[in-house]
């Protein structure tokens, strides 16, 4: 499930949205929830959704071992509209979870069933456009920073037997920012 948040702006609008939803195979529940409210010249969106499961059962009743799932996403979308010219945007999002095969796919040998990878990122960016709509039509300036973390397990192998010989946890982490300017 991807959450796009469109421009905060509008017509006066104030609305609240909950979806849930339950999955009878490995006791998925879900919960999306989103506020927004606008204004011609302000606006802010809030957007969050909650998964969360059990173990996977396969077709003839076997248990999949460690293949529950547990994820986390949260963002905040606002902005201001100056005139009709000049808006500021502010968006910030922050993702937590389990992620990537082989969680849940344990395939026969059922050698991934201990791996638990896991990861988190925020996400930052300040947006200002000016749209005069004459020889220049518009100018975009975007700031933006992330930072993330990533833990993931990495099977090392023997040159030797040229088989599995140990696994190893990795951690990985990251973070960046920058700007982009452009103009049309």
């Known amino acids: 499930?991807?959450?796009?948040?469109?421009?905060?702006?509008?017509?006066?609008?104030?609305?609240?949205?909950?979806?849930?939803?339950y999955g009878s195979n490995n006791s998925?529940?879900?919960e999306i929830l989103k506020i927004c409210h606008k204004q011609e010249q302000f606006g802010i969106s809030v957007n969050g959704k909650f998964r969360q499961t059990d173990d996977m059962l396969y077709g003839g009743g076997e248990t999949a071992d460690?293949?529950?799932?547990?994820?986390?996403?949260?963002?905040v979308n606002t902005g201001y509209k100056?005139?009709?010219?000049?808006?500021?945007?502010?968006?910030?999002?922050?993702?937590n979870?389990?992620?990537g095969k082989p969680r849940g796919f344990n395939g026969p040998t059922k050698r991934h069933s201990k791996i638990r990878n896991e990861e988190e990122r925020l996400h930052t960016s300040l947006n200002y456009s000016?749209?005069?709509?004459?020889?220049?039509?518009a100018v975009n300036l975007s700031l933006y920073y992330d930072q993330g973390t990533r833990d993931?397990?990495?099977y090392l192998f023997s040159t030797i037997t040229n088989k599995e010989s140990s696994?190893?946890?990795v951690h990985y982490k990251d973070n960046y920012g920058g700007f982009r300017l452009f103009s049309v």
């Open 1 to 21: 499930i991807n959450i796009i948040s469109p421009e905060p702006f509008g017509n006066k609008d104030t609305k609240a949205n909950i979806l849930t939803g």
């Open 130 to 137: 000016y749209t005069p709509g004459n020889f220049i039509e």
């Open 152 to 154: 993931y397990h990495k």
């Open 82 to 95: 100056f005139t009709d010219e000049n808006k500021v945007l502010l968006n910030i999002s922050y993702h």
């Open 28 to 30: 998925e529940f879900l």
């Open 97 to 99: 979870s389990d992620w």
């Open 167 to 169: 696994l190893e946890l």
């Open 66 to 75: 460690n293949s529950d799932v547990k994820d986390i996403d949260f963002s």
